[in-house]
Structures are given as C-alpha cells and as structure tokens.
C-alpha cells in the first residue's frame, strides 16, 4: 500500500484504505476500483491524496495509533462542538462536551494499551475539513507524548481536553482569512493571531467543563520557547509544559497536512525540522518525548539505503524513528528482487535511510543505479 497525491491518480487503481469526511460519512471504501468520475469527485471534495493497493509491492497492514472507528467518531464530535460555537460567550453543548471526556478517555485507553505503536500513517482529510482533523491529531499526538513523560490520567485529561479544543478560538476568524490560497498580509495575521486569546475567553467560559489548565493550552499554544511566539511572547518555563507539548503537535501535524495554500511536506522534513528546534522553539526534552512515538518514514514510504539498495517501509519500531524496518525491492545494481528481503535497520548500525522516493520515480531511481553500478 502506498500514498498516491489525487492528481497521480489513475483509472484501475483499488483504494487501500478508507476515506472519510467530518461528518463520519465513507467518501470512498477500501477495495473500491478507481474510475475517472471517482477521481473527479475526490478532487471536487479536496481529497489530497489516497493509499493505494499496489501489487507490484509487497503487501503489508499500516496499523494506526488508534481505531478508524475512534479517529472518526472523534473528527464528527469536534466538528459539532466547533461549529455550534456562536461568541465567545456562547456555552458549550453539554451532551458534547460529556462526549469529549468519553472520547479523550476511550483515546488514552487505546494508547495505554499499545505501548509499541508508533505515529506510523499520514491522515488523509479532506482540505475543507482540515480544522476538525487537525485537533483530532494534535490530540492523539500530545497524548502519546504525556504517556511517554509519564504523567498520570488526571493530567492526560486536562492535556488531552485542552489539545482537542486548541483552536477553538479560530471559530471566531473569518474563513476568507482562515483559508486564504496565499500568504497573509500583516493585518490578516494580526488577526490570526488573536484565535490564541479567543479560544481562551470561550474555554474559560466553560469552566464547568473545561479546567483552567486545558484552556490555558488554548492561549499559550503558539508561544515560543525563545520568548518569539504569541500571544504573549513568553520565554521559556514561562510556558506550561501542556502548551509546549501541543505546540510541537500543532506544528508536525500542520507541516504533514496538505493546505489550501500548500502540499504536504514529507514527515522526515517535519521530523527534521522539529528535531532541529529543540531550546530554540521547544523544550529540547520535550521535543525529544515527541519525536520518539514519530515514524520519520511512515509506513509505504519507498527509501534509498545507504547499501544502494531501494526498499519500503513496513513498520517503525518503538524508540527507533529513523531506523525502520523495511523489505528491500531493488538491488544496488538496480535489479528488482525476485522475492523482497526483510531488514531491520533498527537491529544493526552499518545501513541507514539516505533519502526518499517517489513512487513515481522508483523505475527511473532503481535504472540510474543500475547505471551507476555497472
């Protein structure tokens, strides 16, 4: 199975892995036979990109950090809370945030329980409902990463409610500046930037729902640790831990998801960047607990070894996210293999990933080789 952007899409090819939209519908079913009609109208809805079951690799299972069931019941309860919200005065539905709790719990159950997995698929969603995907993300990965700092279920809780309404406050931000194809002007972020405080207003409002905690998470999310973000521009330990914690969510996940105005950037870049921002952006122990539940190579993504080999991701072990296993597929002389041959690059310490490959590069990567070789 791998990732196919929506305009390499072609007649013939079978869907891997269902798609859904914010509202729990399937868009497209696992197994379904692409035509152009389908095609068409995943490009109408803002679909970017689809797994795809390809036979000319080998066949493996992505497992995801939680259950589909979960991630979509999860999506349609935030977009209910999200767009029910009116002012910053308005009270929150109480039936919703009685299923917030429910959901958060039933999320850190499921993290609790598989301690092994890793952050190892690329959400798919649609542009149009990336805001409900996103706190879905952010969510699950701020959970994962308390789980690795050993905080205690009260305290998952709290992270957990306050990552899941983070951008509550951008209900109140205009959607021609919210989903603008370009860049913002100053006065455009400007007000942006006050989604941070307006979230903040509408959580504290709640108070009966939402501890101070969480919705302080909603106000510092965007602050840096070099004192560079906002509101604010705390500096440092002046920035609570949960909000540090989301804020390096907020960014992989923003970086991972295709935009109105963008393309995906590929995890490794994501991981790369987050790597690099440690004391600078975030607390480098915090960005550390982060990046060791991340696969900088997710499941299906095709590599170069630095054997000269080409393989494709299968899995991510735990504490490893630059060393996956992988099954190789090419040679060094760029000659596809007969079988694939399994390799845990985890196990050893002389081959390492030296880049990634687009599928529609592989032929014409694996013929260079061969090239270069002989």
């Not at 205690?152 to 709290?158: A, I």
């Not at 101070?212 to 604010?232: D, F, M, T």
């Amino acid at each position: 199975m791998r990732r196919v952007p929506i305009d390499s899409l072609l007649p013939g090819m079978k869907v891997g892995h269902n798609i859904y939209n914010s509202r729990g519908e399937t868009l497209i079913s696992h197994n379904v036979v692409l035509n152009k009609r389908y095609i068409d109208s995943l490009k109408r809805l803002g679909i970017p990109a689809l797994y795809i079951i390809d036979d000319s690799l080998p066949d493996f299972y992505i497992e995801d950090v939680i259950t589909e069931k979960s991630r979509v019941e999860a999506i349609k309860l935030v977009r209910n809370i999200l767009q029910g919200q009116g002012t910053a005065k308005s009270r929150l539905d109480n039936a919703l945030m009685n299923g917030s709790r429910e959901t958060i719990s039933d999320i850190i159950e499921q993290l609790l329980d598989n301690p092994s997995l890793m952050v190892n698929m690329i959400d798919i969603r649609s542009i149009d409902d990336y805001l409900f995907g996103h706190s879905v993300n952010v969510c699950v990965l701020s959970l994962i990463t308390g789980i690795s700092l050993g905080y205690d279920r009260s305290s998952l809780m709290n992270l957990g409610m306050g990552s899941l309404m983070h951008d509550m406050g951008k209900t109140l931000i205009p959607n021609y500046i919210l989903n603008k194809p370009g860049p913002l002007n100053e006065d455009e972020f400007s007000v942006i930037k006050k989604h941070s405080e307006y979230g903040y207003s509408i959580l504290t409002n709640n108070d009966s729902y939402i501890k101070k905690l969480s919705a302080l998470i909603a106000l510092q999310h965007h602050e840096r640790y070099n004192g560079e973000g906002y509101p604010k521009g705390l500096l440092g330990a002046n920035i609570h831990e949960f909000s540090q914690i989301v804020g390096i969510a907020d960014v992989f996940d923003a970086m991972t998801a295709d935009r109105v105005y963008r393309k995906a950037h590929p995890p490794y870049e994501a991981f790369e960047m987050l790597a690099g921002s440690g004391n600078f952006y975030f607390d480098y122990r915090l960005v550390l607990a982060f990046l060791s539940n991340i696969a900088a190579y997710p499941s299906g993504t095709i590599v170069w070894l630095s054997s000269k080999e080409i393989a494709i991701v299968v899995e991510t072990p735990k504490g490893f996210p630059l060393y996956p296993k992988v099954k190789i597929i090419y040679d060094a002389a760029g000659n596809k293999l007969p079988e694939p041959v399994d390799m845990d690059l985890s196990a050893q310490n002389e081959i390492t990933v030296l880049k990634v490959i687009e599928y529609d590069k592989l032929e014409e990567m694996a013929a260079k080789q061969g090239k270069l070789i002989s």
